[in-house]
């Protein structure tokens, strides 16, 4: 490899790396806040939340590659424009056709990388083993409560610890407990021990010296239960994430559309398609970020980010755009798949036609 395909390889590598980390931490943030949820407030332990985020990873990435590859593209050629540095290439006799070639190879890694988390790594971390992470999640699950300060354990459950770590504290709880909203609850005890039962992905407390006053804000239907023990739980399922179903295969699918066309197959269908037509955005992306980075030459790396990402919002308005045509029966899945990238070859067909003396090869 010649000194200028490792020199355009670096302009591309640096951005690419730093836009990759930003955009999948944006797209990790709500997973990321639940995963600490659930290590601060269900009691599951930092290796089970580590696997269970190693396994999500991959399907994010499928997403932040061929954005990452964008980005980098306009931010490279948007520094070496305004730095003048293609001008001296091409007054050494590199042309603008040459310069395509790094550009390409570094594209077509990302592709290949891209289409093999596609089909390899995101059916392996797609809903069977995120059910499997999940199980394992609800294993590890227990009720982690803090003292003199309302807890929140699930849903319509609220809690409030004595202190029992001072010195002659209170060591009693008081529970309210709404899950029934027919029949309200308010829970005081004594005494409590925590109970765990990650079988049933239940955790919950047994409580010791109380009484459970039912509907309390209702004269006519209140109960007073006075109770030596009791065992109050909760189940957990509700409070981890749920699970989402699995994607039929496509023999399925087709053999539901032979049937009819059913809206929902033929988004399946669609979504078939696009496992492919997806990837293969990278190589638009990485090509079409040439000539635009030309053009935004005073832009600089910010300025790569911020054009990069609206161009993907228009790529994303051509998905959402197909995906009303495939419902409505206007085209069908294998075209609405490809479309965006249809309209966007077009558009990069355009953009180095247009910058004849800038991105064409020297007649």
Request: charged content about 15%; some cysteine; aromatic content about 10%.
């Amino acid at each position: 490899m010649r000194l200028v395909d490792k020199y355009i390889l670096q302009e591309l590598s640096v951005p690419f790396g730093l836009s990759l980390g930003a955009l999948t931490f944006i797209l990790l943030t709500r997973e990321i806040l639940r995963l600490v949820e659930l290590l601060i407030n269900k009691g599951v332990g930092f290796v089970p939340l580590l696997k269970t985020f190693l396994i999500l990873l991959p399907s994010f990435f499928v997403l932040t590659l061929p954005m990452a590859c964008l980005i980098a593209s306009i931010s490279a050629f948007s520094r070496l424009s305004s730095d003048r540095e293609l001008t001296a290439l091409h007054a050494t006799g590199i042309s603008s056709r040459r310069l395509v070639r790094p550009v390409f190879i570094f594209s077509c890694a990302v592709f290949i990388l891209t289409l093999s988390l596609a089909q390899i790594a995101q059916p392996w971390s797609g809903p069977s083993v995120k059910k499997s992470a999940l199980l394992m999640l609800r294993s590890q699950a227990s009720l982690a409560l803090d003292e003199g300060v309302f807890n929140t354990p699930s849903q319509n459950v609220i809690m409030y610890i004595g202190e029992r770590s001072l010195p002659g504290g209170p060591r009693g709880v008081f529970i309210s407990d709404t899950r029934n909203q027919k029949e309200p609850r308010i829970i005081v005890a004594r005494d409590w021990s925590l109970i765990n039962d990650p079988l049933h992905s239940r955790v919950g407390m047994t409580l010791h010296n109380g009484t459970i006053h039912v509907n309390p804000k209702d004269p006519v239907e209140y109960q007073l239960i006075e109770f030596s023990t009791y065992d109050f739980t909760i189940d957990m399922s509700d409070s981890l994430a749920p699970l989402s179903e699995e994607r039929p295969s496509i023999f399925e699918i087709r053999y539901q559309l032979a049937q009819g066309n059913d809206p929902r197959y033929l988004k399946l269908l669609e979504e078939e398609y696009k496992d492919l037509a997806f990837p293969f955005a990278a190589l638009l992306f990485g090509l079409i970020g040439m000539p635009l980075g030309v053009v935004l030459k005073r832009s600089g790396r910010a300025g790569g980010f911020v054009v990069g990402i609206l161009i993907m919002l228009s790529f994303y308005v051509l998905n959402v755009l197909a995906d009303f045509w495939v419902s409505s029966g206007f085209v069908s899945p294998f075209a609405a798949a490809w479309f965006p990238n249809m309209a966007f070859g077009v558009l990069t067909m355009a953009l180095f036609l247009r910058k004849g003396q800038a991105l064409r090869a020297d007649q």
